[in-house]
């Protein structure tokens, strides 16, 4: 039925929600205060009427003591006191020691038998009370004389009237309140969930090809201001995502086309009509280059990705960081000994950390490479290994005394393609595209490592890795 599922649906929403809530709240509060005013009543009248009662004992006890031992006067004492207080409903008793009713009067106000049970006391007298009746009772002490009591009571009805004539007078603005208190719900709740409504629709109308537009922030500090700031931050985050694929896309694509476009015009330029061997030969070389600059981009997008692989942690091992930068340093010695640049290995103690060999041997690699490549004959470049005791790491640096970064291209040599200008790939054998420090990026994050440079133009560059070293 889709009306009850509708029904269901709107049921669920905070809205409706907070609206019952807020009426069930509204209600029971009200229904407390009504409660607790009615009985706070209740109790007040019944205090002062046991005070009133009290002292009236008192005055008769002082008259009785005047008049003893004339009976007779005694009885006109108490009858004139009854009928003072006729007309308010009070009755008077005078009670024998055995607690037998000696005198009552007058007997339409009074109940038959003097009331069974003691409810309090107030100052030396005793109250005594039945559902329709309530009176204080003092004992006559006057020394010589036996014992008697003398009790002055009332109809409670009237306080009965009293609490209900205050119920009749508050129960209308009670019955206001609860039909209010929906209303009011219903409106606290619609201006509460307003800017969530808000922050439903803004998030309908994102896609993931349209990022650009946020949440607004009303700047209340209340927690969904910090709820949008939070996903504006996370848009930020994907938008930036995105961006960092598409460029690199883009990248890949341009850096690809420029091997392939040289391998095609070389091959038209062959085919255009017959050349000399050594034009042909010119002509191979140069494609040769190119595929070889294809095969060594392709490769390193491979790395990259793979570095990047979650897959990749399942396989890490202990790995000894010493053996590898010795095996590396062994690998470079021809080329750097060709280049005139002194190649050193250092590491004190073995270090082992967790991780996987092959990728810590290309992330060496790609630092040494560099190194090697962009230090002139007479340079050096030390590649050292050590443990950092104080923050429970392995160290790994890699110095040369090259030609340095400028500062302004530091904070970008990690960004892949980023390369600080091509013209300084020259004079050296292999051609740069960029790829290598964010392979080596990503390598140390897989490794949950850090790493950072520090350069000093025609002085030097240093590269410093640090990692967790394994639990023991
Ligand atoms: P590439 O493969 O083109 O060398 P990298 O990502 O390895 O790309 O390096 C990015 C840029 O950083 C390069 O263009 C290079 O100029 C610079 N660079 C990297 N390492 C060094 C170094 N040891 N000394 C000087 N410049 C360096």
Redesign the pocket.
Known sequence: MPWLQRFSRSVRTIRVRLTIWNSVVVFLAVLIALIAVRERLRYSLLTETDHVLNDEVKELILAVGRCYPDLDQIRVELVQKANSHRDRGWHVRWLNASRETLWVGPPEHAPPEPLAQEVGALDGASIWASDHFRAVEREVKIPGIPRYYLRVGTKTAFIAQDVSRLTELLAPVGFALLLLAPLGGFLLADRAIAPVQQIIATTERLRPSQLEERLEVRGVGDELDQLAIKINHFLDEIADHLRRKRDFVANAAHELRSPVTAIQSSVEVALQHERTTAEYEDLLILISDECRHLGQLVSQLLQLAEAQSEVLRVSFAPVRLDEIVQRTVEMFAPVAEERGVALVGRADQPVSILGNRQQLRQLIT?LVD??V??TPPGGRVEVQVEFDAAQHRGRMTVR?T????PEE?LPR?FERF????KS??RGTESR???????ICQAIVDQHQGTIDVS?TPEQG?T?TMTFPLPKE
């Open positions: 790609n560099n190194a490549k962009f040369d090259g030609i340095g970064i291209n040599i980023y390369q600080v200008s300084r790939d740069g595209n960029g790829l290598g420090l964010s350069s560059t590269f």
